[in-house]
Nanobody, 125 residues
Framework: QVQLVESGGGLVQAGGSLMLSCAYSRRHSERYAMGWFRQAPLKEREFVAATDWSGHDTLYAESVKGRFTVSRDNTKRTMYLRMISLKSEDTAVYYC??????????????????WGQGTQVTVSS
């Protein structure tokens, strides 16, 4: 089972930017499709972005398209989420997730079997 550890969250003003990181521990990291999800207070967990095992194929929620960029570096066993033009509605706990041995990109949380503990992102207006 892969261990996932998110970092990079914090407090930022609206219009600002943050870079989240998700470090994964498993040696054969190239076999994992990965994604970012978020959960705001009193709301359901929602899809944010996803990447295939190589990082070449990506998918975004409409609400973040053009503002967020997902990438990964398998040599460093790290996935990233670059967030710019942040809005107050981006405030949430952000989770990374992995899906072992699956080709493609996935927006559905049920496709992922491993989850990190989350990192808080707070955007002040």
């Amino acid at each position: 089972q892969v261990q996932l550890v998110e970092s990079g969250g914090g407090l930022v003003q609206a219009g600002g930017s943050l870079m989240l990181s998700c470090a994964y521990s498993r040696r054969h990291s190239e076999r994992y499709a990965m994604g970012w999800f978020r959960q705001a207070p009193l709301k359901e967990r929602e899809f944010v972005a996803a990447t295939d095992w190589s990082g070449h194929d990506t998918l975004y929620a409409e609400s973040v398209k053009g503002r967020f960029t997902v990438s990964r570096d398998n040599t460093k066993r790290t996935m990233y989420l670059r967030m710019i033009s942040l809005k107050s509605e981006d405030t949430a706990v952000y989770y990374c997730a992995s899906a072992y041995g699956k080709l493609g990109v996935f927006w559905n949380a049920s496709q992922y079997e491993n989850w990190g503990q989350g990192t808080q992102v707070t955007v002040s207006s």
